[in-house]
């Protein structure tokens, strides 16, 4: 068996990017999608064009290719992103930071999925992130991310498990406390152990560091960036988005915002 050094930031991604689509194939991104898109247009949204930030390999913005949008996927991993070039050429593809990203266009809608936030870890660092959602926005688009709940900090986070796809091996151990509290931080450590053409396995390790993000700094964090929340939704362990946001029963929550009347990103 060949070992791997533990990786952590933004390099984890890097070596986790060929196993990805396996450790994420329960995830029905179709049915998010249009369950995505049925809410939007509850708030008054219309549009063709998407900027998806932290788009990965691009499962999170295959769905809306399909759907006939004009799709730009931005990450901060080359390695998600080849793996994304290779599915969609027709893409076009951002190699950047979403806490420095400049202006690449104006999108009706831009999303950040998968709970990527999350992994900013501090209060400023989620402001340049939406800094930037605020300067790619179009007038009259909506903007729609998703973040972890406390009850995923104190389950999820707090938990060891195992699963296997296609001969691939995935061990989570979680490095978070039960009790874990709102703004807390957590990490989760995940051990890849993957089948090679001569019959032994190699051993990929990332570990992984997020932060909860209380509703209240979001919005206040919004509203720095001259961006108006409209709409905060739960997320059932099946997928499905709810009206009531519940952070203890809940593991995501959804958040659509769109800029103030009259304002901009400042």
């Known amino acids: 068996m060949k070992a ?3 990786e952590t930031g933004p390099s984890a991604y890097d070596s986790f990017a060929p196993y990805y689509d396996a450790f994420t194939a329960a995830s029905d991104y179709e049915t998010w999608t249009a369950q995505v898109l049925e809410l939007a ?26 759907r006939g949008f004009d799709v730009t996927g931005c990450d901060s991993s080359s390695a998600m992103l080849a793996e994304a070039a290779r599915k969609a050429p027709e893409a076009k593809l951002v190699h950047a930071d979403v806490r420095n990203l400049t202006m690449v266009g104006r999108f009706d809608l831009v999303t950040c999925f998968d709970d990527s936030l999350n992994y900013l870890l501090d209060a400023d660092n989620l402001a340049a992130a939406l800094h930037s959602v605020a300067a790619n926005l179009a ?91 409209v709409g905060v939704h739960g997320v059932l362990d099946s997928g499905e988005l709810v009206e009531r946001p519940d952070e203890s029963t809940q593991l995501k929550v959804l958040y659509i915002a769109r ?4 304002g901009a990103a400042q």
Request: proline share 4%; aromatic share 8%.
């Open 4 to 6: 791997t050094l533990i």
């Open 41 to 66: 247009a509850r708030h008054g949204w219309r549009g063709h064009t998407l900027l998806d930030l932290a788009c990965g390999t691009g499962k999170s913005f295959l769905p809306f290719l399909r």
């Open 139 to 229: 007038p009259g688009g909506l903007a729609v991310f998703d973040l972890n709940t406390l009850r995923a900090y104190r389950t999820t986070f707090a938990r060891d498990s195992v699963s296997v796809r296609d001969e691939t091996m995935f061990v989570w151990r979680g490095e978070c406390a039960p009790g874990a509290g709102p703004g807390c931080r957590a990490s989760a450590r995940i051990d890849v152990f993957a089948s090679r053409d001569d019959g032994l396995y190699e051993r990929v390790g990332t570990r992984h560091e997020q932060r909860h993000f209380p509703r209240e700094l979001v919005v206040e964090r919004l509203r720095r960036a001259r961006l108006e929340c």
């Open 259 to 262: 800029h103030v009347k009259g």
